[in-house]
């Protein structure tokens, strides 16, 4: 069994969760890379539903270590919470590794989350004001606290004293908003760094030792491509590296260590905040009518589409295959995982993306100038659906209706990569391999 990268292809919310979930029995250790708790990750086990946040979601097997890596931003207080939530379901969270070197979202980053994204107005980014770019600023900027931090009351209280010295005059002064004392900080924060002592440890050479024994290690990506800080709609983008890349820097692999890349794809398209997105159908308060407010309103109806984390009614649109190209190429897929084909069930005809145009311009590939993203035209192409035809209980290729096999035989086409997971409900028994190695 190969190491394995597992990222998101589109904006995020593509079934993550579900997949991680599915396939983690066969993995020693499941590794989070990048990102906080801006991610919710839904694992569905018969009548549980568990949405995950911060913790792995191999956490369930106890075969399985989950380790949150060092690229990741860890809250501590939403951690030490989803850890009291997922015991008192009975999950027990004891096999967690915490890396020593991962950073640490302290409360101003979450007040200047909030009243950064105000500032902007109505060019917001639209973040879940978890503190994510503010704590990953302060970690390229070199004044971050890290995970290590807490392990030492002293050097805790100096590092919280100096970063107040720079983030109160900037609260009060260009925000208005409420200071901090170091007391303040280090009452709340300290507690939880009793509770998170046993589980934080030295994870890359835990993970390279594992590696050296062959071990078996999946990286879950959250987030996912087009929300990746560099490939992705910058500015509208979260601040980690969320491609297949950011698995090494997060974790302190080597790029070797890697030989699956599955890539999860939805079978049409969401986003949650702002930024432009070539296919949506818009909604009618945000100005659709017609046929695309129909199409938008149905798919979110149908496929449920309100974020885990913040409960935002997700932006809905046609699958883009340019998106999909790109992102087998930025992520090196091996394989994809198709998921929520279920959704597709009630459209009697479905539209596909195969390109963009703009001002007489055709682009198969994603544009040079975001400018041109944000107003570029889609091209579909129109296919027959399987309407009606309810597909959740499909376990193989061939049991699909013809017009599902061939949806899929096409978006393989159209992308470049190998579609070898279908997933038709959210229950981990409702999903297909398809040359699955
Ligand atoms: P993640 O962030 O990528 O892990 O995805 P989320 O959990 O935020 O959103 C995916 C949603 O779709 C969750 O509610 C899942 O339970 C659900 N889901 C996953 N796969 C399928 C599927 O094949 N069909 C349907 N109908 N729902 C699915
Ligand atoms: P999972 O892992 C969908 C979006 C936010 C916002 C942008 C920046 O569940 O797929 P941030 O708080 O990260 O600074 O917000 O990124 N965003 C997500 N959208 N799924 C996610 O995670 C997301 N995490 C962040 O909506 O547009
Ligand atoms: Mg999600």
Request: glycine share 10%.
């Amino acid at each position: 069994m190969p190491s394995t990268v597992l990222v998101g292809t589109q904006w995020g919310d593509e079934g993550k969760g579900k997949i991680t979930d599915l396939i983690a029995s066969d993995y020693d250790y499941v590794v989070r890379f990048q990102g906080g708790n801006n991610a919710g990750h839904t694992v569905v086990h018969g009548d549980t539903k568990l949405a995950l946040h911060l913790m792995p979601s191999g956490v369930m097997y106890e075969n399985c270590i989950p380790v949150i890596g060092n690229g990741v931003v860890v809250d501590p207080g939403a951690l030490v919470k989803e850890i009291v939530v997922l015991q008192t379901q009975g999950i027990s969270c004891e096999r967690l590794k915490i890396s020593c070197n991962a950073h640490i979202i302290m409360p101003y980053h979450k007040d200047l989350d909030g009243a950064d994204e105000k500032r902007l107005g109505s060019n917001q980014i639209g973040t879940t004001k978890r503190g994510i770019g503010p704590c990953y600023q302060d970690k390229a900027a070199r004044k971050g606290i890290r995970v290590q931090d807490l392990m030492d009351e002293h050097i805790f209280r100096l590092k919280v004293e100096t970063a107040l010295s720079q983030k109160n005059p900037i609260l009060d002064k260009i925000y208005g908003l409420h200071t901090y004392t170091v007391d303040e900080i280090c009452d709340e924060y300290l507690p939880f760094a009793t509770i998170l002592k046993p589980y934080m440890a030295e994870t890359t050479q835990l993970l390279n030792d594992a590696l050296r024994a062959g071990k078996n290690i999946l990286f879950e990506g959250a987030q996912a491509t087009m929300l990746d800080i560099d490939h992705g709609t910058y500015p509208y983008v979260t601040s980690s590296s969320c491609s297949a890349g950011g698995a090494a820097a997060g974790t302190g692999v080597g790029p070797m260590a890697f030989n699956k890349v599955i890539g999860i794809m939805k079978a049409y398209t969401t986003r949650v905040g702002g930024g432009p997105f070539p296919t949506e159908q818009l909604f009618p308060e945000n100005g659709g009518e017609g046929e695309e407010a129909a199409t938008g309103e149905k798919l979110c109806a149908v496929g449920h589409e309100y974020g885990v984390t913040t409960g935002r009614k997700r932006r809905c649109g046609w699958f883009d295959a340019v998106i999909g190209k790109y992102a087998v190429d930025v992520n090196g897929l091996t394989d994809i995982a198709l998921t929520k084909l279920d959704v597709l069930s009630e459209f009697e005809t479905i539209k596909v993306c195969v390109a963009y145009e703009h001002e007489g311009k055709r682009y198969d590939y994603l544009p040079m100038q975001q400018s041109v993203l944000f107003h570029a035209k889609p091209v579909y192409e129109e296919i027959p659906g399987w309407y009606g035809q309810d597909i959740t209980e499909c376990r193989t290729f061939e049991e699909l209706p013809a017009a599902a096999q061939d949806y899929i035989l096409h978006l393989e086409e159209l992308v470049g990569a190998n579609i070898t997971m279908i997933s038709v409900a959210p229950d981990r028994e409702a999903t297909i391999f398809r040359n699955w190695k």
